[in-house]
């Protein structure tokens, strides 16, 4: 699962606002800033 649509389903932010969330490196994953198009395990 991308890593923005886990974000939006989450209800952190909507997918665009949490494209603009990782952008700024604002987001981590497993202690590592994450990049625009992140896959994780959900």
């Given at each position: 699962?991308?890593?923005?649509?886990?974000l939006s389903e989450?209800g952190?932010a909507?997918?665009?606002?949490?494209?603009e969330?990782?952008?700024?490196k604002?987001?981590?994953v497993?202690?590592?800033?994450a990049d625009?198009?992140t896959?994780?395990?959900?």
């Amino acid at each position: 699962m991308r890593l923005n649509k886990f974000l939006s389903e989450a209800g952190i932010a909507s997918r665009r606002k949490a494209d603009e969330i990782i952008s700024e490196k604002r987001v981590k994953v497993n202690g590592i800033v994450a990049d625009i198009g992140t896959t994780i395990n959900s």
